[in-house]
């Protein structure tokens, strides 16, 4: 278990003045949520400062998020015909967006030291060997079972072939909870603890009988240790694989 923290680098003080801000884009156009242009010094002398302060308090590991979204003001899924909309740039227009990025990520991973670095919504090529997990899809949900399948299964499933080559990928948590079934949330559960991937809990107590106790502790035993990569069979027919290869034997899953 290691004491972490999440944290939004690009994320502005209210107080902050226009200058030290990304211009408005659609998508990106909340006065209640400004955002710090990454190449502004002033601001990457900030999130330095942060992640330092997080490293001199004690925490082991940090998740840093949104940056994708703060920067382009747009989700994976709704950058079909372009990243941001003409006209829009940086304060500092001698860079490319990739250079932007790229530099922003550094600043993370050296102001971090030996702090274990967790980025989500960050860019999968440009993380690669820079940080030491990375969130591959969207969120997985303790809601809906549907979500769980397409965001978690599924990107599992065609993205495992990177873990341990490009970072260890997360498939991101078991959102355990009253609203899912457990025989659903078990079987995403021996999934993620078999996998070679990292495993993550999110369990509302009301949630938390005897049996879900115990099968936590043996799933988080099981995932401490090093293990083969998961390997889905039925990739090639199946979106939401259901038979996998796990430790040297074939497991199949229901995910309806």
Known sequence: MRPGLWYRPLSASYKDGANLL??????????????LDPT???NLERIKHNISLYHQ??????????????????????????????????????KTTAEVINNLYRVIRES??????????????????VFELNRIGDDTSGKEWDRTRKMGVNTLAFRIAQNNHFYATDGDCVGLTKEIAWARNKQW?????????PLFI???????????????????????????????????????????????????????
């Open 22 to 35: 990304l211009p408005a884009i659609p998508g990106r156009d909340n006065p209640k949520n400004p955002i």
């Open 40 to 42: 502004i010094d002033e």
């Open 57 to 94: 308090w004690g925490f082991d590991m940090v998740k840093h998020d949104f940056s994708t979204f703060d920067i382009t003001g747009k989700w994976g899924f709704q950058m079909q015909d372009g990243i941001t909309p003409a006209g829009w740039h940086f304060y500092d227009q001698t």
């Open 112 to 129: 971090a030291g030996d702090m274990y670095l967790i980025g989500c919504n960050t860019l999968s090529h440009l993380s690669a060997g």
């Open 189 to 197: 559960m021996h999934l993620l603890a078999e996998s070679g991937t």
């Open 202 to 256: 999110s369990a509302e107590p009301e949630a938390l009988g005897e049996e879900q106790r115990q099968f936590i502790k043996t799933c988080f035993a099981k995932a401490a240790k090093k293990q083969p990569a998961g390997e889905p069979l039925d990739w090639l027919t199946n979106q939401r694989p259901a038979k996998w290869m796990l430790n040297g034997r074939e497991v199949i899953f229901n995910w309806e």
